[in-house]
Nanobody, 121 residues
Framework: QVQLVESGGGLVQPGGSLRLSCAAS????????MGWYRQAPGKQRELVAV???????NYADSVKGRFTISRDNAKNTVYLQMNSLKPEDTAVYYC???????????????WGQGTQVTVSS
């Protein structure tokens, strides 16, 4: 059984910062990619940022230069540092992890429960 526990969401004023965390726990053999997606009301879920086990990162154009994704492999944890937040960043943010439970398994996607980020004055 694998669990993803997210934290760090909340209400912040435009221009402010937040840091999201997502810790994976349970029976885990290996983790490949860890990432963050978001979904605003009435919109589709979209990729925000992803980081591979080798440290390669990819960002949505809308957050480049403002958000930074990082991971601590020893803790199976991924972080999203969000700076210069804008009202359009308001959404539920979901953690996504690509992992294997056993060495012979395929890679499977797991999702966190989501954490609300609201940017408003």
């Amino acid at each position: 059984q694998v669990q993803l526990v997210e934290s760090g969401g909340g209400l912040v004023q435009p221009g402010g910062s937040l840091r999201l965390s997502c810790a994976a726990s349970g029976t885990i053999f290996s983790i490949y990619a860890m990432g963050w997606y978001r979904q605003a009301p009435g919109k589709q879920r979209e990729l925000v940022a992803v980081i591979t086990s080798g440290g390669t990162t990819n960002y949505a154009d809308s957050v480049k230069g403002r958000f930074t994704i990082s991971r601590d492999n020893a803790k199976n944890t991924v972080y999203l540092q969000m700076n210069s937040l804008k009202p359009e960043d308001t959404a539920v943010y979901y953690c996504n992890v690509d992992l294997k439970i056993r060495s012979g398994d395929n890679w499977y996607d797991y999702w966190g429960q989501g954490t609300q980020v609201t940017v408003s004055s």
